[in-house]
């Protein structure tokens, strides 16, 4: 007859409940509960390789001696394979010793490790050792309590220092197999046996046992030289120590660094003026100079160069227009002799006496005047005369190969005048060249487009003569063009107001006399009048002229 399927299942089910149960069985049957024993293991204290023994008791060793008997490790109560060129590998000395190598110990490896004796294939006895992992006690850093820190001591030639070294590390009973011992170091090096230095030392617990404390002292002997120095105590590669300086010694340190930072800011203080000194002494010319105003002069500059290509290129396309443009300067150009026969001609004085600095562009056509040729010294003394410090200017390249009595006499005078020298780094408007120039002319002064001469608007006095955009200019047409009205407004009271600008407007052919105000201009007292501020306008000559 067939089996029922319901039936079929129900003894497989069976079957299944029946072959775990033994396998339950098993495996809490290779763990014997008397015969049981714990095993800390830490990594960090006892590098691999390592033995794990399988802890026999006497009989068993013996029984073990004999041929029928045989041993077999479990893992969890599982077979342990285990041969010479595995992780791990089983041993059996003769004298019925047994245990594991393990080559390398890992976290994987923690378990129940059971040893089984075996008799004529029959099993006579276990024996099992938990392996649990735990980290070592040794690899916590010990507490210093003396020193606390690194001391420094400045004992003098034969005085005697007792050095008291403290340490608290943690410690267990059970499993400590770290060794804890204080040993003394000088500049990082273990004390000779021939010293005469001696330490003693001394360690007890806490109340519970789970800290130790280690003290030792060392007798310093002070009485060479040689014993000043670093001492250290050492425990589980952590030191804490004293360190034994000369008397002074400390404060020679504190001045040699000063005096190194004093040179070195003295140092950066000198590039640093080498490197900037004329912007320096242009932002303070720029911030706390004077202006060199209502001085009657006209220009700023009176710039004498010779008519030839160079020149002209370098006064009228780079030095005008720089110094113009740039730093609203006013030149005036002359490019004649300016000492014919070794003597200033009227012009030039009054075009000089309107100046206020004097350049003269030196090049090699410039010295080959005549004035400079015959006799330069001479001439040179008329242009001191002429301006208080003049400012010369010169290309480098003629500079260094021209061979010309007038080098000479610069260099003698380098303190009277101010000489310049162009070469091609000069063209950038930050090059030294400009920088130097610019701190030897007057300190410019920036108006805005809508304001007039600040000669004459800074003054009180309305004179007509005096003002830039008069008001007299009135194109109003006649009252009565056919006669006379016989209304006439004071003729020294002024011109009439200003009704209209350039070109006139049509007016009413009338205009009544109310409307008409008097002018605000007195020139009642014109011979008394001063017209020193603008003495360019005039010609000013003297009594023995007349």
């Known amino acids: 007859m067939g089996r029922n399927p319901t039936t079929s299942l129900l003894l497989l089910a069976v079957a ?38 399988c802890p026999l ?126 040993q003394w170091l ?85 590039l640093l003026w080498v490197k900037c000194r004329l912007d320096v002494k242009l932002w303070y010319r720029n911030t706390y100079g004077d202006y060199e105003m209502y001085d009657g002069k006209t220009y700023d500059a009176y710039v004498s160069y010779t008519n030839t290509a160079h020149d002209r290129k370098f006064v009228n396309f780079i030095l005008k227009p720089h110094l113009e443009n740039r730093y609203s300067y006013k030149l005036h150009l002359n490019d004649t002799d300016i000492l014919p026969a070794s003597e200033p001609s009227a012009e030039l004085l009054m075009n000089v006496s309107r100046c206020r600095r004097l350049i003269v562009v030196l090049s090699k056509s410039y010295l ?16 001191m005369e002429l301006s208080h410090k003049p400012i010369f200017i010169m290309y480098e390249n003629q500079y260094r190969e021209m061979g010309h009595p007038a080098t000479l006499l610069l260099k003698e005078h380098k303190r009277d005048i101010t000489l310049l020298l162009w070469n091609s780094k000069s063209m950038t408007p930050s090059s030294e060249f400009w920088k130097e120039l610019v701190l030897v002319m007057p300190r410019s002064v920036t108006y805005s487009s809508t304001m007039a001469d600040p000669q004459t608007l800074l003054q009180d ?49 009338a205009t009544p006399m109310a409307e008409l105000r008097p002018s605000e201009i007195d020139i009642s007292d014109l011979g008394s009048r001063s017209y020193a501020a603008r003495t360019d306008f005039y010609c000013l000559v003297t009594d023995e002229d007349v």
Not at 22 to 38: E, G, L, Q, Y
Not at 254 to 266: C, D, E, M, T, Y
Not at 368 to 383: I, P, V
Request: net charge negative; with cysteine.
């Open 16 to 53: 299944a409940w029946v072959a775990v149960t033994v396998t339950a069985s098993a495996a809490a049957s290779c763990v014997d509960p008397d015969r049981f024993f714990d095993n800390i293991s830490w990594v960090e204290q006892q590098p691999a390789p390592r033995q794990l023994f």
């Open 461 to 509: 006095d309305k004179d007509p003569m005096l003002t830039l955009d008069p008001d007299y200019l009135d194109c109003r047409a006649d009252p009565d063009p056919e006669g006379d009205l016989g209304i006439r407004v004071p003729i020294y009271k002024g011109p009439p107001p200003r009704v209209s600008a350039l070109p006139c407007a049509d007016l009413p052919s």
């Open 186 to 270: 000088k500049d990082g090096q273990h004390f000779p046996r021939d010293s005469q230095d001696t330490s003693s030392g001394l360690d007890w617990f806490n109340n519970d046992a789970s800290e130790k404390f280690l003290s030792s002292l060392l007798q310093v002997n002070v009485t060479e030289y040689s014993d000043y120095g670093h001492y250290s105590c050492l425990v589980r590669n952590t030191t804490a120590g004293f360190t034994l300086h000369r008397p002074g010694t400390a404060s020679h340190i504190a001045g040699v660094i000063a005096a190194f930072i004093v040179v070195l800011i003295l140092v950066l203080a000198v």
């Open 368 to 383: 080959e005047q005549d004035w400079c040729a015959n006799n330069f010294r001479e001439g040179f003394w008329r242009l």
């Open 57 to 182: 008791d006497e009989a068993s060793r013996l029984l073990l001696q004999a041929p029928s008997s045989q041993l077999q490790w479990r893992k969890n109560c599982q077979a342990l394979t285990s041969n010479k060129s595995s992780r791990v590998s089983s041993t059996l000395w003769s004298n019925g010793t047994a245990f594991l190598t393990f080559q390398t110990l890992e976290a994987g490896d923690a378990g129940n490790y059971t040893c089984t004796l075996y008799l004529s294939g029959e099993q006579n006895a276990s024996f099992t050792v938990r392996i649990s992992m735990a980290d070592s006690p040794c690899s916590r850093a010990p507490e210093f309590l003396s020193p606390a820190g690194e001391q420094v001591l400045e004992p003098q030639l034969g005085d005697q220092l007792l050095l008291n070294c403290t340490v608290r590390v943690s410690y267990d009973q059970r499993y400590n197999a770290c060794d804890s011992i204080i």
